[in-house]
């Protein structure tokens, strides 16, 4: 293992001996080598932990964590705990990156040094690993207001909490910085990410592959864990009005959309009618939602959603 590599790369396992190959391949496979790539086995009870450690055998850049079962926070922590890199990558074990991600992203960071993320866009998967079809390169800067702006979609920009998106981080802005233990996990960090840095780079070049796998915990029906979301906004709320007050009005926003995720995912995934306290939620949420569709309607999202949400107060 080599000391002080430039990136250190954390990838968390577990029941992924189907893709687990495939994610590594396109790391140790990478333009860029300087690099420490941290298989995290959480617990995994399939094939996962040999596999891991058989590509430790192969490559002296991969060193291999085992622990108890705790969770994807729990395996990003213990891998940060190990991690010695100038930057740090987040990827999930059943997703991709192409050849010269790293590459792309550093020349990025060393062209704007007053920026410590570099984000890129994805390529949505739900097959085997195919060709990417890439548009004329777009480089946007952000400072942090427009880092909040983007976090809080104040225009309209898509959902980007997804940890992998700030695909290089330097680790410095992450010093004392754990993942919460949820099951959006992202999202709270995400927001700890915009307001540590003082600026980001992204490219529109699609260097990250999202494997939906439709046999996923987000495929399957409503339960209680679900409620984790409105949790991590209410934390997010409160931390907002006290250290970016001026932003207040746009996380309460933000709430009130929660709730709507909630209540679409109940309408569409289903829940256990049977449940009094998932009754109960379902009621609540339908209540407040009447309450804030005006509001609602005020924010800029696609078509879709709109119409979704009549289809909700009704």
């Known amino acids: 293992m080599k000391e002080n590599p430039k990136i250190s790369v954390i990838v968390p396992v577990y029941r992924v001996e189907k893709y687990l190959d495939r994610c590594v391949e396109s790391i140790v496979n990478q333009t860029f080598g300087d690099f420490e790539l941290i298989l995290v086995d959480d617990g995994s009870p ?8 058989a590509w430790a055998q192969k490559d002296d850049r991969i060193r291999v964590i085992h622990k108890k079962n705790g969770g994807l926070s729990s395996a990003r922590n213990a891998g940060m705990a190990k991690m010695t890199g100038k930057y740090v990558c987040f990827i999930d074990s059943d997703d991709w990156v ?4 790293f590459e792309v992203l550093l020349e990025l960071l060393k062209k704007y040094p007053q920026v410590q993320i570099a984000a890129c866009n994805a390529q949505i998967e739900r ?3 195919g060709s990417v079809q890439q548009e004329e390169e777009e480089i946007r800067l952000y400072d942090q207001n427009k880092m909040l702006d983007f976090f809080f979609r104040i225009h309209g920009e898509a959902s980007n ?3 992998w998106y700030k695909m290089i981080t330097k680790t410095e802005i992450l010093k004392g910085f754990t993942f919460v233990d949820t099951l959006n996990e992202d999202v709270e960090a995400s927001y700890e990410f915009y307001t540590r840095a003082t600026g980001m ?6 260097l990250y592959h999202y494997f939906m796998n439709d046999t996923g915990i987000t495929r399957s029906k409503f339960s209680r864990k679900d409620l984790d979301y409105l949790v991590v906004w209410n934390r997010i709320v409160e931390r907002t009005q006290k250290e970016h007050p001026e932003y207040a009005e746009y996380a309460i926003a933000s709430r009130k959309r929660a709730n709507f995720t909630l209540l679409s995912k ?6 256990n009618k049977n449940d009094k306290e ?8 339908k209540k407040k939602i009447r309450k804030d569709f005006f509001d609602l309607m005020k924010i800029k999202m696609p078509l879709s959603r709109k119409v979704l949400l009549l289809i909700e107060v009704l």
Do not use: F, S
């Open 266 to 271: 109940m309408m569409i995934r289903g829940y």
């Open 98 to 101: 192409e050849t010269n991600t």
């Open 201 to 206: 780079v992204e490219t529109n070049q699609k």
């Open 161 to 163: 909490t997804a940890v």
């Open 46 to 53: 399939d094939n996962c932990p040999a596999m891991c450690d």
């Open 278 to 285: 998932l009754c109960a939620v379902h009621a609540q949420l």
């Open 127 to 129: 097959g085997t690993q």
